[in-house]
C-alpha cells in the first residue's frame, strides 16, 4: 500500500493554504510548481517577486498560481512587527526588534499561519530545525489542552504483522532531545490522538524502555515509568502502558511472557521513545532494514500546523510534507 497516496488524496478533498518560507530556493519552486500541478494545496511563497520568477523561469517551473509576498516590501509587516511584539512582549520582546524579526521570512511566514493568511506552513531545506520550530514555539505555541510539540513518524512496514498490520506511528522523533515524564507523557497522549485522527488506528501506545514491567532498575526507568502513570492519569480513556521493552510491545509470545495482562503488550500500534537519540535511531533503523516507508517528521501538538524539512530534503519530499501539512489542519493534528 502506498500510504503517501491515501495521504494525497485526503488533502486534494479540501484544499488548504501552505506557506514556503523558502520560495526563492530552488527545490521549493520545483515542489510549488508539482503541488499546484496535483491540485494538494494553495501556496503562499515567501521571498522577493522578482527572484521567484527569474528562479522558476530558469527552472522551467510555472508558479503561477502561487501568492508571493514579500516581508520588505509587504504592507503586512508592520502589522505583523506590532501583533508579534504583543505576543512576545512579556519575553523582553522590543517594537524595533519585532520590526526587524518579521523580516525575517520564517518569523514573517509563521506570522501569516497565526493570523490566519495561510493554514500552516513547511520549510527547513536551507534552514536548521531549530530555525523553523523556534518561531512555531513562540509564535503558534501548542494546541489547547496540549503542552507539548513533538515530532511523529508513520512507518508503514512491508509484509509485517506488528502494529496494525505493518502500520505503527513512533514519537517524539524530532523535537525534544530528553523529555521530562511530564513531557513524555504529553508525547504518548497527543501520539495516540495523532494515530486515531490520521490513520483511525485503535491506538495501542507502548512506553518503550530496556525494562519491561519492572524488570530492570534505574532513573532511565523511573522516568518512564513515572511518564506512564502521569499519562495513564490524565486520559484514562487511552490504553497506555508501559514500562515496555520493544519485543514485549509488538510481539504477543513474549507480551504474554513479560507482561500478562497488559492491554497493550504485543498489541502496540503506537511507539514512544524514552528520548530523541533512541526516537531517532530507532525509525531509521526500521526505515533501512526492514525497508520501511517513513513518513515524517511530522510536528504535532502546534495550535496549526508547522513541519520541518531536512536539509537533505527533494522536491518530492516537500510535496509530500505540504500534503500531510494540509491534511493536518483538515484534522486539527
Ligand atoms: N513544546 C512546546 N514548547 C516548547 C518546546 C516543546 N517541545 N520546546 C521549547 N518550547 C518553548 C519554550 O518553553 C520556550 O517558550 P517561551 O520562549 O515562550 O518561554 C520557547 O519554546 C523557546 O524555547 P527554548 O528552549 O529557548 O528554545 P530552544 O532554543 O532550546 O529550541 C528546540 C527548542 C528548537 C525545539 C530545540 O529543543 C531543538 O533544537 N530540538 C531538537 C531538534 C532537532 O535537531 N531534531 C532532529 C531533527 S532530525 C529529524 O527530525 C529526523
Not at 118 to 131: E, L, R, Y
Not at 142 to 160: E, H, I, Q, Y
Request: hydrophobic share 40%.
Amino acid at each position: 500500500m502506498d500510504l503517501m497516496k491515501n495521504f494525497w488524496e485526503m488533502a486534494k478533498k479540501d484544499k488548504k493554504k501552505v506557506v514556503l518560507a523558502e520560495g526563492e530556493e530552488r527545490r521549493n519552486l520545483i515542489a510549488c510548481d508539482k503541488i499546484l500541478k496535483n491540485g494538494l494545496a494553495d501556496i503562499l511563497l515567501i521571498g522577493n517577486k522578482e527572484r521567484i520568477e527569474e528562479n522558476a523561469k530558469y527552472l522551467s517551473v510555472n508558479v503561477e498560481g502561487a501568492e508571493i509576498l514579500d516581508p520588505e516590501t509587504s504592507t503586512l509587516s508592520e502589522g505583523f512587527a506590532k501583533e508579534f511584539y504583543e505576543i512576545r512582549k512579556n519575553k523582553g520582546m522590543t517594537i524595533e526588534k519585532a520590526e526587524k524579526m518579521v523580516k525575517d521570512p520564517l518569523y514573517f511566514g509563521t506570522m501569516c499561519v497565526k493570523l490566519g493568511y495561510a493554514d500552516g506552513m513547511v520549510s527547513g531545506a536551507i534552514h536548521t530545525t531549530g530555525d523553523l520550530l523556534r518561531p512555531g514555539l513562540q509564535i503558534i505555541k501548542t494546541a489547547p489542552g496540549v503542552s507539548n510539540v513533538s515530532g511523529f513518524f508513520v512507518m508503514m512496514v512491508p509484509d509485517c504483522k506488528y502494529g496494525e498490520s505493518g502500520l505503527l506511528l513512533f514519537a517524539d522523533c524530532a523535537v525534544n532531545p530528553n523529555p521530562t515524564a511530564e513531557q513524555l507523557a504529553s508525547i504518548a497522549i497527543t501520539t495516540a490522538e495523532t494515530a486515531k485522527k490520521l490513520c483511525d488506528l485503535d491506538p495501542k501506545v507502548a512506553m518503550l524502555s530496556f525494562s519491561t514491567m519492572g524488570s530492570a532498575k534505574g532513573e532511565l526507568v523511573d522516568k518512564v515509568r513515572q511518564a506512564t502513570e502521569i499519562a495513564k492519569k490524565e486520559r484514562n480513556d487511552l490504553d497506555i502502558d508501559g514500562e515496555l521493552q520493544l519485543d514485549a510491545a509488538i510481539e504477543e509470545e513474549v507480551a504474554r511472557l513479560k507482561a500478562p495482562g497488559s492491554s497493550v503488550a504485543g498489541k502496540a500500534n503506537v511507539l514512544v521513545f524514552p528520548d530523541l537519540q533512541t526516537g531517532n535511531i530507532g525509525y531509521k533503523l526500521v526505515q533501512r532494514f526492514a525497508k520501511a516507508e517513513a513518513i515524517g517528521p511530522i510536528c504535532q501538538g502546534f495550535a496549526k500546523p508547522i513541519n520541518d524539512l531536512s536539509r537533505g530534503c527533494n522536491p518530492d519530499d516537500i510535496v509530500n510534507v505540504v500534503a500531510m501539512t494540509v491534511v493536518q489542519a483538515q484534522k486539527g493534528i
